[in-house]
């Protein structure tokens, strides 16, 4: 199993992006999906998570700002970055709990992590 981040890039102040991730291989199920992100000096921190239900958690440092979903048939999570702010410059990880098959399953599958999209907001 893979998971592969797209769309990150450089944007202004002010701005709105919107950060994709697929995931690939063998697939049985699909838990819960989320963003992180760690800026250069700092831990990295959950942005925003989404369950198989697409029930949502967003940080309160990117609420109102940026909204998480996904769309289960492509295994595919995404992010829409609005009203972006220096402070939201990062390297954005996907992260996504996935099961290969029913024996996986059933004892809560694997973390997968994907390998990163840079995010510059500049001033």
């Known amino acids: 199993v893979q998971l592969q981040a797209s769309g990150g890039g450089l944007v202004q102040a002010g701005g709105s992006l919107t950060l994709s991730c697929v995931a690939s291989g063998s697939i049985f199920s699909t838990d819960h999906m989320a963003w992180y992100r760690q800026a250069p000096g700092k831990e990295r921190e959950l942005v925003a998570a989404?369950?198989?239900?697409?029930?949502?958690n967003i940080a309160d440092s990117v609420k109102g700002r940026f909204t998480i979903s996904r769309d289960n048939a492509k295994n595919t999570v995404y992010l829409q970055m609005n009203s972006l702010k220096p402070e939201d410059t990062a390297v954005y990880y996907c992260n996504a709990d996935i099961s290969e098959d029913p024996y996986s399953e059933f004892y809560g599958g694997h973390d997968y992590w994907g390998q990163g999209t840079q995010v510059t907001v500049s001033s």
């Open positions: 989404i369950t198989s239900e697409s029930i949502t």
